[in-house]
């Protein structure tokens, strides 16, 4: 496993380890997970949108936009097919709406793997996935989550 693999599963790790909020631990606490797509672009600046859909233990479900803006140091061009988000505990699907802030770090050509932690207050979200293109550089990025009407 490359560098960039391992210190990306070692932060997915600690941050599924975190304890959930206190509200978050209530009787009414219900997991979500989100099966996406996203398609980006980089040079200095780093945009990627895309769409998936969010389910529920407690039945609730949304579709969402997904828009990604950063900079930093990057170049390249990538897709993520058929990936996968695992959110922490909430009482409600809408606590997951908005916007998320992580930091990018990594190197890549042809088939491509990305894992990708990130935060929203007490909200947490892992990403994982894979796909085709290139990128190499690192950024700050806002992940942004917004329900399809």
């Known amino acids: 496993m490359s560098k960039r693999g391992l210190m990306l599963s070692a932060l997915l790790a600690v941050l599924l380890l975190l304890p959930a909020s206190a509200a978050s631990q209530t009787s009414t606490s219900t997991t979500c997970r989100m099966n996406y797509n996203l398609r980006g672009w980089s040079l200095a600046v ?24 950063g900079a930093g140091l990057s170049a390249g061009k990538y897709e993520i097919r058929d990936g996968v988000g695992k959110f922490s505990e909430v009482t409600d699907i ?39 293109g290139f990128d190499l550089g690192a950024a700050v990025e806002k992940f942004t989550l917004t329900p399809l009407k």
């Open 94 to 132: 809408r606590e997951l709406f908005g916007s998320y802030a992580a930091a990018d770090v990594g190197a890549g050509v042809g088939k491509e793997g990305e894992a990708l932690a990130m935060t929203k207050g007490s909200v947490h979200l892992a990403l994982a996935g894979k796909g085709s």
């Open 46 to 69: 780093k945009s990627a949108t895309g769409e998936g859909s969010i389910s529920c233990d407690n039945g609730q479900t949304a579709d969402v936009r997904i828009r990604a803006k």
